[in-house]
T-cell receptor, first 110, second 115 residues
Framework: DGGITQSPKYLFRKEGQNVTLSCEQNLNHDAMYWYRQDPGQGLRLIYY???????QKGDIAEGYSVSREKKESFPLTVTSAQKNPTAFYLC?????????FGPGTRLLVL | AQSVTQLDSHVSVSEGTPVLLRCNYSSSYSPSLFWYVQHPNKGLQLLLKYTSAATLVKGINGFEAEFKKSETSFHLTKPSAHMSDAAEYFC?????????????FGTGTLLAVQP
Protein backbone atom coordinates (compact mmCIF):
# COMPACT_ATOMS: atom_id res chain seq x y z
CA ASP A 1 0.00 0.00 0.00
CA GLY A 2 1.90 3.03 -1.27
CA GLY A 3 1.77 6.45 0.29
CA ILE A 4 3.06 8.95 2.77
CA THR A 5 2.75 8.46 6.50
CA GLN A 6 3.18 11.05 9.21
CA SER A 7 3.40 10.44 12.92
CA PRO A 8 2.21 11.22 15.43
CA LYS A 9 -1.21 12.60 14.48
CA TYR A 10 -1.12 14.96 17.49
CA LEU A 11 1.98 16.18 19.30
CA PHE A 12 2.31 18.33 22.39
CA ARG A 13 5.31 20.48 23.06
CA LYS A 14 6.37 21.97 26.35
CA GLU A 15 8.12 25.31 26.67
CA GLY A 16 11.79 25.06 25.59
CA GLN A 17 11.44 21.56 24.19
CA ASN A 18 12.51 20.27 20.78
CA VAL A 19 10.10 17.88 19.10
CA THR A 20 10.49 15.78 15.96
CA LEU A 21 7.78 15.02 13.43
CA SER A 22 8.15 11.91 11.33
CA CYS A 23 7.49 11.63 7.58
CA GLU A 24 7.97 8.40 5.63
CA GLN A 25 7.15 7.61 1.99
CA ASN A 26 7.28 4.38 0.01
CA LEU A 27 6.58 5.99 -3.37
CA ASN A 28 10.27 6.01 -4.33
CA HIS A 29 10.10 9.79 -4.76
CA ASP A 30 13.34 11.75 -4.73
CA ALA A 31 11.88 15.05 -3.51
CA MET A 32 10.26 15.66 -0.13
CA TYR A 33 8.80 18.78 1.45
CA TRP A 34 7.58 20.15 4.78
CA TYR A 35 4.78 22.71 4.96
CA ARG A 36 3.15 24.58 7.79
CA GLN A 37 -0.57 25.39 7.70
CA ASP A 38 -2.21 28.03 9.89
CA PRO A 39 -5.96 28.75 10.01
CA GLY A 40 -7.18 30.85 7.11
CA GLN A 41 -3.87 30.63 5.29
CA GLY A 42 -2.48 28.52 2.54
CA LEU A 43 0.48 26.24 3.08
CA ARG A 44 3.92 27.73 3.58
CA LEU A 45 7.12 25.86 2.72
CA ILE A 46 9.50 25.18 5.61
CA TYR A 47 12.18 22.93 4.07
CA TYR A 48 12.56 20.74 1.02
CA UNK A 49 14.94 18.06 -0.14
CA UNK A 50 15.57 17.09 -3.76
CA UNK A 51 17.83 14.15 -2.97
CA UNK A 52 19.29 12.17 -0.10
CA UNK A 53 21.78 14.09 2.08
CA UNK A 54 20.71 17.43 0.64
CA UNK A 55 18.04 19.89 1.74
CA GLN A 56 17.22 23.56 1.30
CA LYS A 57 15.42 26.20 3.35
CA GLY A 58 11.98 27.21 2.27
CA ASP A 59 10.16 30.43 3.04
CA ILE A 60 9.83 30.01 6.82
CA ALA A 61 12.78 27.83 7.95
CA GLU A 62 13.68 29.74 11.11
CA GLY A 63 13.21 27.61 14.22
CA TYR A 64 13.11 24.35 12.26
CA SER A 65 15.67 21.75 11.21
CA VAL A 66 15.57 18.66 8.98
CA SER A 67 17.68 15.71 7.90
CA ARG A 68 17.54 13.44 4.87
CA GLU A 69 19.68 10.39 5.57
CA LYS A 70 17.38 8.00 3.71
CA LYS A 71 15.30 8.43 0.58
CA GLU A 72 12.14 7.31 2.38
CA SER A 73 12.44 9.55 5.44
CA PHE A 74 12.44 13.32 6.01
CA PRO A 75 11.98 14.15 9.71
CA LEU A 76 11.30 17.71 10.84
CA THR A 77 12.48 19.03 14.21
CA VAL A 78 10.67 21.99 15.71
CA THR A 79 13.22 23.63 17.96
CA SER A 80 12.73 25.84 21.01
CA ALA A 81 13.71 28.77 18.78
CA GLN A 82 10.34 28.49 17.01
CA LYS A 83 8.26 30.81 19.17
CA ASN A 84 4.90 30.08 17.58
CA PRO A 85 4.93 26.38 16.74
CA THR A 86 1.21 25.66 17.05
CA ALA A 87 0.11 24.65 13.56
CA PHE A 88 -0.78 21.76 11.28
CA TYR A 89 2.34 20.31 9.63
CA LEU A 90 2.13 18.56 6.27
CA CYS A 91 4.76 16.50 4.55
CA UNK A 92 4.74 15.91 0.80
CA UNK A 93 6.78 14.07 -1.81
CA UNK A 94 7.07 14.27 -5.57
CA UNK A 95 8.71 12.64 -8.58
CA UNK A 96 7.75 15.45 -10.95
CA UNK A 97 5.46 18.47 -10.83
CA UNK A 98 2.75 16.89 -8.70
CA UNK A 99 3.18 16.72 -4.94
CA UNK A 100 1.42 14.11 -2.83
CA PHE A 101 0.65 14.85 0.78
CA GLY A 102 0.62 12.92 4.02
CA PRO A 103 -2.23 13.11 6.56
CA GLY A 104 -0.51 15.77 8.71
CA THR A 105 0.58 16.24 12.31
CA ARG A 106 -1.07 18.80 14.56
CA LEU A 107 1.40 20.36 16.99
CA LEU A 108 0.08 21.98 20.14
CA VAL A 109 1.94 23.85 22.84
CA LEU A 110 1.28 23.07 26.50
CA ALA B 1 6.74 35.68 -9.61
CA GLN B 2 3.78 33.35 -9.68
CA SER B 3 0.76 33.83 -7.46
CA VAL B 4 -2.84 32.71 -7.10
CA THR B 5 -5.83 34.50 -5.62
CA GLN B 6 -8.88 32.64 -4.43
CA LEU B 7 -11.70 35.12 -4.65
CA ASP B 8 -13.98 33.64 -1.99
CA SER B 9 -12.93 32.47 1.46
CA HIS B 10 -16.32 30.77 2.05
CA VAL B 11 -18.88 29.35 -0.37
CA SER B 12 -22.17 27.77 0.67
CA VAL B 13 -24.37 25.74 -1.68
CA SER B 14 -27.32 23.40 -1.34
CA GLU B 15 -26.92 19.72 -2.06
CA GLY B 16 -27.61 19.01 -5.72
CA THR B 17 -26.83 22.56 -6.91
CA PRO B 18 -23.74 23.60 -8.91
CA VAL B 19 -20.44 24.49 -7.29
CA LEU B 20 -18.16 27.31 -8.49
CA LEU B 21 -14.91 28.06 -6.69
CA ARG B 22 -12.98 30.93 -8.23
CA CYS B 23 -9.23 31.25 -8.72
CA ASN B 24 -7.17 33.83 -10.59
CA TYR B 25 -3.50 33.38 -11.25
CA SER B 26 -0.56 35.58 -12.08
CA SER B 27 2.28 34.16 -14.13
CA SER B 28 4.92 35.44 -16.51
CA TYR B 29 4.81 32.21 -18.50
CA SER B 30 2.44 29.32 -19.17
CA PRO B 31 1.63 28.05 -15.69
CA SER B 32 1.03 24.63 -14.22
CA LEU B 33 -2.05 24.89 -12.02
CA PHE B 34 -3.59 22.53 -9.51
CA TRP B 35 -6.64 22.19 -7.31
CA TYR B 36 -6.29 20.30 -4.04
CA VAL B 37 -9.01 19.40 -1.52
CA GLN B 38 -8.55 19.09 2.23
CA HIS B 39 -11.11 17.51 4.53
CA PRO B 40 -10.95 18.49 8.23
CA ASN B 41 -7.73 17.41 9.95
CA LYS B 42 -6.57 15.53 6.84
CA GLY B 43 -3.83 15.95 4.28
CA LEU B 44 -4.35 17.45 0.84
CA GLN B 45 -5.68 15.36 -2.02
CA LEU B 46 -5.06 16.27 -5.65
CA LEU B 47 -8.32 16.96 -7.51
CA LEU B 48 -6.89 17.91 -10.89
CA LYS B 49 -4.02 19.66 -12.65
CA TYR B 50 -3.49 21.76 -15.76
CA THR B 51 -0.19 21.51 -17.60
CA SER B 52 -0.80 23.24 -20.96
CA ALA B 53 -2.65 20.41 -22.64
CA ALA B 54 -6.47 20.64 -22.87
CA THR B 55 -7.89 23.80 -21.32
CA LEU B 56 -10.80 21.91 -19.75
CA VAL B 57 -9.41 19.57 -17.14
CA LYS B 58 -11.46 16.81 -15.58
CA GLY B 59 -10.62 15.63 -12.09
CA ILE B 60 -11.83 13.20 -9.50
CA ASN B 61 -15.29 13.16 -7.88
CA GLY B 62 -16.94 14.98 -10.79
CA PHE B 63 -14.91 18.18 -10.51
CA GLU B 64 -13.49 20.03 -13.47
CA ALA B 65 -11.66 23.28 -14.09
CA GLU B 66 -11.21 25.46 -17.15
CA PHE B 67 -8.00 27.31 -17.89
CA LYS B 68 -8.78 30.73 -19.42
CA LYS B 69 -5.65 32.60 -20.37
CA SER B 70 -7.51 35.76 -21.42
CA GLU B 71 -9.06 35.99 -17.95
CA THR B 72 -6.09 34.51 -16.05
CA SER B 73 -8.56 32.23 -14.31
CA PHE B 74 -8.74 28.58 -13.33
CA HIS B 75 -12.15 28.19 -11.70
CA LEU B 76 -13.24 24.87 -10.22
CA THR B 77 -16.76 23.61 -10.93
CA LYS B 78 -19.03 20.68 -10.26
CA PRO B 79 -22.54 20.31 -11.68
CA SER B 80 -24.17 18.92 -8.55
CA ALA B 81 -22.82 19.24 -5.00
CA HIS B 82 -22.79 16.30 -2.63
CA MET B 83 -22.59 16.48 1.15
CA SER B 84 -19.19 14.78 1.01
CA ASP B 85 -17.82 17.73 -1.02
CA ALA B 86 -17.80 19.91 2.10
CA ALA B 87 -14.12 20.67 2.60
CA GLU B 88 -11.47 23.31 1.99
CA TYR B 89 -10.18 23.75 -1.55
CA PHE B 90 -6.81 25.18 -2.53
CA CYS B 91 -5.81 26.60 -5.89
CA UNK B 92 -2.07 26.18 -6.45
CA UNK B 93 0.43 27.36 -9.06
CA UNK B 94 3.83 25.82 -9.70
CA UNK B 95 6.65 28.33 -9.40
CA UNK B 96 9.50 27.31 -11.68
CA UNK B 97 13.09 28.21 -11.08
CA UNK B 98 16.08 27.82 -8.82
CA UNK B 99 16.94 24.47 -7.31
CA UNK B 100 13.38 23.25 -7.26
CA UNK B 101 9.89 23.95 -8.46
CA UNK B 102 7.84 25.29 -5.57
CA UNK B 103 4.10 25.22 -5.10
CA UNK B 104 2.45 28.55 -4.34
CA PHE B 105 -0.85 28.09 -2.48
CA GLY B 106 -3.93 30.26 -2.43
CA THR B 107 -5.50 30.98 0.94
CA GLY B 108 -8.24 28.42 0.43
CA THR B 109 -12.01 28.38 -0.06
CA LEU B 110 -14.15 26.63 2.52
CA LEU B 111 -17.10 24.92 0.83
CA ALA B 112 -20.20 24.25 2.91
CA VAL B 113 -22.95 22.02 1.51
CA GLN B 114 -26.42 22.44 3.01
CA PRO B 115 -28.91 19.55 2.97
Amino acid sequence: DGGITQSPKYLFRKEGQNVTLSCEQNLNHDAMYWYRQDPGQGLRLIYYSQIVNDFQKGDIAEGYSVSREKKESFPLTVTSAQKNPTAFYLCASSAGETQYFGPGTRLLVL
Amino acid sequence: AQSVTQLDSHVSVSEGTPVLLRCNYSSSYSPSLFWYVQHPNKGLQLLLKYTSAATLVKGINGFEAEFKKSETSFHLTKPSAHMSDAAEYFCVVLNYGGATNKLIFGTGTLLAVQP
